[in-house]
């Protein structure tokens, strides 16, 4: 006996319809087969639809929070406070993640983490050495066998490599190549040299002096830069590899309020890093902030702001630490609560949307 199910819910994942092959086997049932379908009717109940939910910070949430602090703001907790507040109060506060789930066939976190291992075993051995069109094509050669490498390091329930995954590991395949390709690129048009590869997955940290009332004392951020380059003429390149969608309209700001009247979580990140590296690479003049989408053959987009896009780390310190310590300021407050994000366009994608009814 096989039991096909489907929810028969418009708002549902599959919105409301059965399959293709579940609907081929209603009209062509195989031979010396019985198809017959049952349908079950669950018990309803009812929520008041739009109520507000709103998270006071008590004890508990400033005790949580001020842990939190410590352990380092990342780029990603910045963006998730920016967008919905109350989202951020699950993911970090009572730390709901996602279910734990031994999946046959790997998600999208899991492919973008299969690519940056990948990046990160090819190009670390650069390090402290110059980076050559040979030695590139030489790379070029394991990639294959790196990313299935990590793939299966990554999904570690599974004993081998077969169906979608093999279409998965394909993709994988084509990023990686591209990124190669863009340096070999680079390197024929300005000559051996011209390309320093200066850090890979890179763990930054920095501590941050905010002025907030107790029981805050230590305010971090950090996080991991995919990777740092020096270029032909002396700049710093901090680059971010992205496996989805990108635009260059996704890092431009024409003022610097812009970045959080209209928060852009790609913007955020990028002076984020900004912010890290001043300390530790603060005797560097110049800098630009990019983010190379791999999904297509274009240089990396560049960080904008005010139409400004080659900065010394002071000056991001200067301008967007301002902001970002006035964000953290008033995570720090007690009377501003963990509420619903106004723009229910970001609540369609959300895994906490069940919980907040939206």
Known sequence: NAFLIYDSDADSPSKGEASRFMAQLQMEPWKNTTVSNLKIDLPSFSVENGAEISIDK?????EALAKYFERGISPSGLNTYLSCK?????????????????????DHAEFGTVVHDSLETIYEPFLNQELTEEGLKEKRAI??????RHFLNTMEHLKEVAGRDLLYIGVAKGYVDKVIERDIAHLKKHGPGSLEIVDVEMD???????????PFTTVSIGG??????????????????????????????????????????????LALYGLMLDGQYSNLEKFKFGIASLRNDAPPFLLDIEGQTVFQLKEISATVGPIIKSVIQEMATDTVPFDQTEDQTKCKYCQYAGICNR
């Not at 990639?143 to 299935?148: A, G, K, P």
């Open 204 to 214: 930054a940290k920095r501590a941050l002096e905010v002025d907030l009332p107790a």
């Open 86 to 106: 109350l989202k951020f109060y699950y993911r970090y506060i009572l730390k709901l993640g996602e279910a734990d789930e031994l999946s046959e066939s790997m």
């Open 143 to 148: 990639v294959s066998d790196t990313i299935e």
């Open 224 to 269: 991991r830069i995919d990777r740092i380059d020096k270029l032909e003429n002396g700049d710093h390149l901090v680059l971010d590899y992205k496996t989805g969608s990108v635009k260059p309209i996704d890092l431009k700001a024409k003022t610097i309020d812009e970045i959080l009247d209209k928060p852009k979580d790609k913007i955020i990140q």
């Open 58 to 62: 008590e004890s508990f949430e400033l």
